[in-house]
């Protein structure tokens, strides 16, 4: 059973800075391309970020410059790491990933795992 658990939300100012964590189990981890998604309360999850298994990135314009994924693979492991941060970027994060490995989908109809989210929320 594939479990994808996130953590690292929290409470920021505008300004400041996160790193959010997603810990995979039950998946060839090294061989799956990784994302992450957030969503308002009322508004479609919107992609962030994805990193493929070869470590291709990829960015939504506007986290473009101020966000920075990366894998660890010896830990299963999937990073966020969120600077600069804005009133806007408040949102549940998810982290997603396709169940076919070796498989670059973007959007969230081409994930089949999710985790159950961390909630980021930037004060100005």
């Known amino acids: 059973q594939v479990q994808l658990v996130e953590s690292g939300g929290g409470l920021v100012q505008a300004g400041g800075s996160l790193r959010l964590s997603c810990a995979a189990a039950g998946l060839t981890f090294r061989r799956h391309t990784m994302a992450w998604f957030r969503q308002v309360p009322g508004k479609e999850r919107e992609f962030v970020s994805r990193i493929t298994w070869g470590g291709s990135t990829y960015y939504a314009d506007s986290v473009k410059g101020r966000f920075t994924i990366s894998r660890d693979t010896a830990k299963n492991t999937v990073y966020l790491q969120m600077r600069s941060l804005e009133p806007e970027d408040t949102s549940v994060y998810y982290c997603?990933?396709?169940?076919?490995?070796?498989?670059?989908?973007?959007?969230?109809?081409?994930?089949?795992?999710w985790g159950k989210g961390t909630l980021v929320t930037v004060s100005s």
């Open positions: 997603a990933a396709p169940s076919r490995p070796f498989t670059d989908v973007s959007g969230p109809d081409g994930m089949n795992y």
